[in-house]
């Protein structure tokens, strides 16, 4: 029964595999975030180090190649991969998405076909929801698939803010396949779109799939954000997620489904970006003197501390918790709704309070937590914004608690 673990409880495994991924954000990617994120470059050397430790299929069943663990185990996972730098944890969160969406509704053919190369990292996976003129209302999609009745739909519009847009090989895009469906997400269908990695005009079978240059972004470097547009592309009806028969038109619950998990991943994010700006702010407080003394010594310094550290754990508590119900089978959208609340928003708490403590030298980019300043705030944005998470709780609270 999941309440009867404790929540500060890992199993050998669970314990391994975090030592190991720490140590891997210790030696490998704290050293390096800086470079590639003040030269937004992609972090090829560790990605491939990430491929050869098989963290692209942590969640992937063994079966398919990967490691087969559980939701908690990967939360636990990206909060040490979070710790050292959010914009690695973006490069497999959408594949994570992507591979979670095939094991739950793909067709046996879909998953033999994507899940070996996916648990390698060989193929990634992008996740595509958001359009220009659309984030949080997903119902007001706008791009079209039609049935072009040989074997094919084509696929029509543009999709925006599409992290590892480039560099996947897969795209999980929503789209609408029954314009007059009522109400409107009857009418959609998630497909799963094959393009070439890397390239920005795809030709051949790939035809009518363009990739514009890269977003410019005020933090989340390194990881690609780019608009998608599709000008009759085509798509074969194998594609549809599911199949055609239980796929079509049921596109827009898989991936409210798949928004759940994706949410519970975002909160690790915020605990794992808020427990190193904790450190950063315990190992300065320590060093930098005044008034005759080292701050973390003045008591207004002290509480800053001891709030943030209350927020870091508060916010694990949280995360584990929902994975740990997604886990059991058991709802958990309000779980993961709030556990991305609030963990997103002590992410950016915590971070600031650190900048404060760091006074000026926070400001410069010689120091850590001018990245960390840069990074937090999409944590408040992606995967649902805070107001959306609260109206997702809200909903759900009246639903349980009707009278
Ligand atoms: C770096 C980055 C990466 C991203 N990656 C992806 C990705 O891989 N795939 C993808 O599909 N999307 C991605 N997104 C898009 C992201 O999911 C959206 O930006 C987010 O859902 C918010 O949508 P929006 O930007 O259109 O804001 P809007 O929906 O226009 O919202 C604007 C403001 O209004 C508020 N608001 C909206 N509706 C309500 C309401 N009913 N009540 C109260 N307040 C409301 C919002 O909270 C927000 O404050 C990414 C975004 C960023 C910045």
């Not at 959010?86 to 994507?114: D, P």
């Not at 795209?171 to 779109?193: E, N, S, Y």
């Not at 003197?289 to 207004?300: D, L, M, N, S, V």
């Amino acid at each position: 029964m999941v309440a009867a673990v404790p929540f500060e409880e890992k199993t050998d495994e669970q314990k391994a595999i975090t030592e190991m991924v720490r140590q891997f954000a210790d030696e490998q990617i704290l050293p390096n975030a800086e470079r590639y994120d003040h030269a937004d470059e992609f972090p090829e050397a560790i990605v491939e180090q990430m491929k050869e430790l098989g963290l692209f299929g942590v969640t992937i069943p063994e079966e398919y190649g990967g490691m087969g663990l559980d939701l908690t185990t990967y939360v636990m996972i990206v909060e040490e991969l979070s710790r050292g730098w959010i914009s690695i944890s973006g490069v497999i969160n959408t594949h994570f998405i992507g591979s979670y969406l095939l094991m739950k509704y793909g067709t046996e053919e879909q998953r033999q076909r994507y899940l070996p190369k996916m648990a390698t990292g060989e193929l990634r996976a992008a996740f595509s929801l958001s359009e220009p003129e659309l984030g949080s209302d997903v119902q007001a999609i706008k791009t079209t698939a039609k049935d072009v009745g040989d074997g094919f739909f084509e696929i029509n519009g543009q999709k925006m803010w599409v992290t590892n847009g480039l560099r996947s090989g897969l795209v999980f895009v929503l789209v609408k396949t029954d314009p007059d469906a009522q109400p409107a997400h009857r009418g959609m269908t998630c497909f799963i779109a094959e393009k070439e990695p890397g390239v920005h005009e795809n030709t051949g079978e790939h035809a009518g799939l363009t990739v514009p240059p890269q977003i410019k972004k005020l933090g989340y470097k390194g990881v690609e954000s780019t608009e998608l547009v599709f000008d009759g592309y085509r798509c074969p009806a194998a594609n549809v997620l599911g199949g055609v028969e239980a796929g079509l038109n049921r596109g827009f619950s898989q991936m409210m489904d798949a928004l759940e998990v994706g949410r519970a991943n975002v909160a690790a994010r915020g605990v794992g970006i808020a427990q190193r700006a904790l450190e950063l702010a315990l190992r300065y407080s320590q060093e930098r003197r005044t008034f005759g003394k080292p701050i973390a010594q003045h008591q207004a310094i002290q509480f800053k501390l001891a709030d943030m550290a209350t927020q870091v754990e508060a916010a694990r508590l949280l995360t584990i918790r929902a994975a740990r119900l997604k886990d059991a089978g058991e709802r958990s959208d309000m779980e993961a709704g709030m556990a991305k609340l609030f963990a997103s928003e002590a992410g950016r708490f915590c971070v600031e309070e650190s900048f404060r403590i760091h006074g000026g030298y926070g400001y410069s980019k010689e120091y850590e937590i001018e990245r960390l300043y840069r990074d937090a705030p999409l944590l408040l944005i992606g995967e649902g914004t805070s107001e959306i998470q609260r109206m997702v709780i809200g909903k759900k609270l009246l639903e349980r608690h009707r009278i």
